[in-house]
């Protein structure tokens, strides 16, 4: 009887040793969603730090008006416009193209390089962030004055005033916040964000003086 016993309980161990052993593995998972609603624009994977698990990523929030200057990580940044368009017909596309009209102060011995796709983004209403789209960059290439295709360099202990972007967006949307994290030169550094709240109504559709 002891040796039934015993069997028993050594099984018993035998089986639970695979399960303890799964239970103590840890899987990590990386999500990518998608940066176009709609039509054929293409798609492209958001800042790969973004969505870590990082409570230091915008703990210093700055929110200031358009227009108006903010001041973070010695940088000074104003959002003078955000600019809708609907691109032609020949893109494929069915929603509008939102882009930035920036003025981005170095106040630093240093310049350095920023790019729509790691440096901003939008905020919906309803909280869904929205990163840039390589297209609305080539289209507002290709028909803007003014504009700064990614990476943008800001002078040292100078100023960048342009129009930056864009974001491919579905045709109702009319309101989002802009998020900028001003990372210097060091692009994962992003404890400050400044956040910039636009209405319907602040939003220039198709403005003419923007093209070539």
Do not use: H, W
């Not at 990518?32 to 969505?51: C, F, K």
């Not at 939008?122 to 789209?133: A, H, Q, R, S, V």
């Not at 404890?191 to 220039?204: A, N, S, T």
């Amino acid at each position: 009887m002891r040796k039934l016993q015993l069997t028993a309980l050594l099984l018993c161990a035998v089986m639970a040793l695979p399960a303890a052993g799964c239970g103590n593995k840890t899987k990590s998972s990386k999500t990518t969603r998608s940066i176009s609603d709609g039509g054929d624009a293409p798609q492209a994977e958001e800042p790969s730090n973004v969505y870590e698990n990082n409570d230091e990523i915008g703990k210093n929030e700055t929110v200031v008006d358009i227009k108006q200057e903010a001041d973070a990580n010695d940088t000074g940044f104003t959002l003078n416009r955000a600019i809708k368009v609907t691109p032609s017909s020949e893109y494929g596309y069915n929603g509008n193209f939102i882009y930035l009209d920036v003025t981005i102060k170095n106040n630093t011995d240093t310049s350095y390089e920023l790019s729509t796709l790691n440096n901003f983004y939008l905020i919906y209403p309803d909280g869904t962030e929205k990163y840039g789209d390589v297209q609305t960059e080539l289209y507002a290439n290709s028909k803007f004055k003014n504009f700064e295709v990614s990476p943008y360099t800001v002078p040292a202990n100078g100023e960048l005033s342009c129009i930056v972007g864009g974001f491919a967006v579905d045709s109702d949307v009319n309101e989002f916040t802009v998020g900028f994290f001003p990372t210097k030169d060091n692009n994962r550094n992003k404890e400050d964000v400044i956040k910039v709240e636009v209405k319907p109504e602040m939003i220039e559709d198709n403005p003419a003086d923007i093209l070539k």
